[in-house]
């Protein structure tokens, strides 16, 4: 896999690109719905991930959202609210969503997600990353609404 900044909203990403490859992983929640979050190591990865994810992917826009430290305060707390409301125990989980962020839900959120994505992150980053993977199995087991 090539690293390589999106540059230019319009730029052909080859395939074997990291955004490409994020892409990929992330399909079945665009074909099939469900729930995925992209941990990206820093807020110029999360936005490019936005940028390429919104341009190539079809379906509702308000099914991907960006979520990074350098919004305006209360924005980023309207959206991590929604998040936590959208993703958290008690839902109403979304039929799909993806949430592209950086480090700022490793912490203190307590959501589930079906596929998770990270870029390199230690070992502490990718467990707390990993805790994220259907948390709530039992809770929205038989609901039609987590990715077989």
């Known amino acids: 896999m090539t690293y390589r900044r999106l540059g230019d909203a319009r ?15 992330i399909g079945q929640v665009v074909r099939e719905g469900g729930c995925a979050m992209v941990g990206c190591a820093t807020v110029a990865d999360s936005q490019d991930t936005y940028r390429y ?13 960006l979520l990074h430290a350098r919004f ?26 993806v ?12 959501i589930d997600v079906d596929i998770m994505v990270s870029d390199l992150a230690s070992i502490a980053r990718l467990l707390q990353r990993a805790g994220r993977l259907a948390g709530f199995h039992l809770a929205w087991q038989n609901t039609g609404r987590r990715l077989q």
Do not use: M
């Open 11 to 25: 730029r052909v990403v080859g395939p074997d690109e990291r955004l490409a490859v994020i892409g990929q992983t």
């Open 53 to 65: 994810l919104r341009r190539s992917r079809p379906g509702d826009p308000q099914a991907l959202v």
């Open 72 to 97: 305006p305060g209360w924005v980023r707390e309207l959206r991590t609210g929604w998040v936590r409301r959208a993703l958290g125990p008690a839902g109403p989980r979304p039929d799909q969503l």
């Open 99 to 110: 949430v592209v962020t950086t480090s700022i839900l490793d912490t203190s959120l307590d």
